[in-house]
Nanobody
């Protein structure tokens, strides 16, 4: 069982930056691939970014490519999502997720564990 706790959300003006963190309880954290998803009010949860267990491969949704950067610190059992150039359409609850063995990192059902989410609100 893996517990995930997100932090770092908040209210920011358009064009601003935030860094989200996700702390994992797993002793074998480095063996999990990790992802970030988001869900805006009235919309389905969507893929944002993912990173392989080694950190050697990253994946991004087209809507955030060039603005968001995902990284991981295996020694700290933590993944990060650096968000620059935030837009009002980035407003959502952001969820961290862990996968024991993904085949497609952009798909929700490939992930086995989920955090509770952290709210990001971008004002115009």
């Amino acid at each position: 069982q893996v517990q995930l706790v997100e932090s770092g959300g908040g209210l920011v003006q358009a064009g601003g930056s935030l860094r989200l963190s996700c702390a994992a309880s797993a002793h074998t954290f480095s063996s999990y691939a990790m992802g970030w998803f988001r869900q805006a009010p009235g919309k389905e949860r969507e893929f944002v970014a993912a990173i392989s267990w080694s950190g050697g491969s990253t994946y991004y949704a087209d809507s955030v490519k060039g603005r968001f950067t995902m990284s991981r610190g295996n020694a700290k059992n933590t993944v990060y999502l650096r968000m620059n150039g935030l837009k009002p359409e980035d407003t959502a609850v952001y969820y961290c997720a862990a996968s024991e063995n993904w085949n497609e990192p952009t798909v929700m059902y490939e992930y086995d564990y989920w955090g509770q989410g952290t709210q990001v609100t971008v004002s115009s």
